[in-house]
């Protein structure tokens, strides 16, 4: 078991890492529970896919603890994080009379996550939410931080609020029935944590990536656990990303969004599978301004490819030349003007955010990379 604390003041919450916490959420979560012991329903979202998987369970703990679940279910995917669902989602609460001072429960993936922070951002201008991340993409990432959003017809997560949850609840097992493709994605932004800031963590990684792949309990443990205390370390020094900590947690996502954009955000290319190829990216990047060695750049590419994630650009079958990339880079949120800050790295563990990056250089490597 691993408690971990994130310290924002006036909203600290804890980030608790167990075995079997989904069997005894009334008592993990108890504070929480509490406004609904006089009987009424404890509202719960879910996709159909976890809704399916766990729902019966959680239906069954609550009612011998004497409670009772509403649930409401999205469809499984990105569009349920839409103006949309949001309005349904938000009719929904306010139907079930949810006031400031209750809890709404949130157990899916990152689309869940942030369907759900952000309702509870904006319903009666802020109630609480409980996250319990049903894949290792959101235990290890989007549940910790309190970044919530929905997409638009403009790009992916541009309509959203910074909202902490009360309190996120991991249970490893959860991830049993987590498809193989979505694992490697979850392990990619692991790995980011080991480049960006701990290179004795990534040397970890390099060595038991079978292991946590194959989810024995001790190594999926300590991933998610180290995973998590760096985000909770760096959410705390920077909660709304002002001043350049929290942009670390950003590697490899400038080059892995315009890849994601360039494959339509669809299946072709899942987001940790972009970030994986962004870091391999980053990497090259960093070796060619002679930052880091190529020998290093190497390592970080054959970590990645050693976790099954796409660590070939030319082995990805776009058509487009680097230019397309750099067009998509532009419109990525955190563009400034004509500029763009890029995650490179110093050395393997340590990041920083490079503010002198030339977009032109960068689609000229890329059609290096393109062609490779
Ligand atoms: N996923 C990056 C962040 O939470 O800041």
Not at 80 to 96: F, H, M, P, R
Not at 106 to 115: E, Q
Not at 328 to 348: I, S
Request: glycine share 10%.
């Amino acid at each position: 078991m691993a408690v971990i604390p994130v310290a924002l003041a006036g909203r600290a919450y804890e980030v608790v890492i167990e075995e079997g916490l989904l069997a005894r959420l009334t008592e993990a979560a108890a504070p929480f529970f509490k406004p609904y012991a006089g009987g009424r329903a404890v509202p719960f979202v879910a996709d159909a896919n976890t809704h399916r998987l766990f729902g019966e369970r959680v239906n069954a703990h609550l009612a011998a603890a004497g409670f009772a679940a509403e649930w409401f279910v999205v469809e499984p995917g990105e569009d349920a994080k839409s103006w949309a669902v949001l309005e349904q989602l938000t009719d929904w609460l306010l139907a079930q009379g949810v006031t400031r001072k209750d809890h709404v429960f949130a157990l899916g993936g990152g689309v869940v996550g942030d369907l759900v922070g952000f309702a509870c951002a904006v319903t009666k201008r802020g109630c609480g939410f409980v996250q319990l991340p049903t894949t290792l993409l959101a235990q290890v990432d989007s549940s910790v931080g309190g970044k919530t959003a929905i997409n638009t017809r403009a790009g992916k997560n541009l309509i959203g609020a910074f909202h902490q949850p009360s309190l996120v609840l991991i249970d490893p097992m959860v991830l049993a029935t987590l498809p193989p493709r979505e694992m490697r994605a979850g392990f990619a932004e692991v790995l980011k944590y080991g480049l960006l800031g701990d290179a004795a963590f990534f040397a970890w990684l390099e060595a038991n990536v079978e292991k946590v792949l194959a989810r024995d309990p001790a190594a999926l443990e300590h991933a998610i656990a180290t995973s998590i205390a760096m985000k909770a370390r760096i959410v705390a020094e920077d909660e709304r990303e002002t001043e350049d900590r929290r942009a670390l947690l950003n590697l490899g996502h400038t080059f892995g969004h315009a890849l994601e954009a360039e494959t339509g955000f669809s299946d072709r290319l899942l987001h940790g599978e972009a970030v994986a190829m962004g870091m391999v990216l980053a990497a090259k990047y960093s070796a060619h301004r002679g930052e880091i060695s190529a020998a290093d750049a190497d390592r970080a590419e054959t970590a990645i490819a050693a976790a099954g994630l796409p660590a070939s650009l030319a082995a990805l079958g776009l058509t487009c030349v680097g230019a397309a990339l750099v067009d998509h880079m532009r419109h990525d949120k955190k563009a400034e003007g004509t500029t763009l800050p890029f995650l490179l790295l110093r050395r393997l563990g340590e990041a920083y955010v490079a503010r002198d990056v030339d977009l032109t250089d960068i689609a000229a490597f890329l059609d290096g990379e393109l062609a490779a």
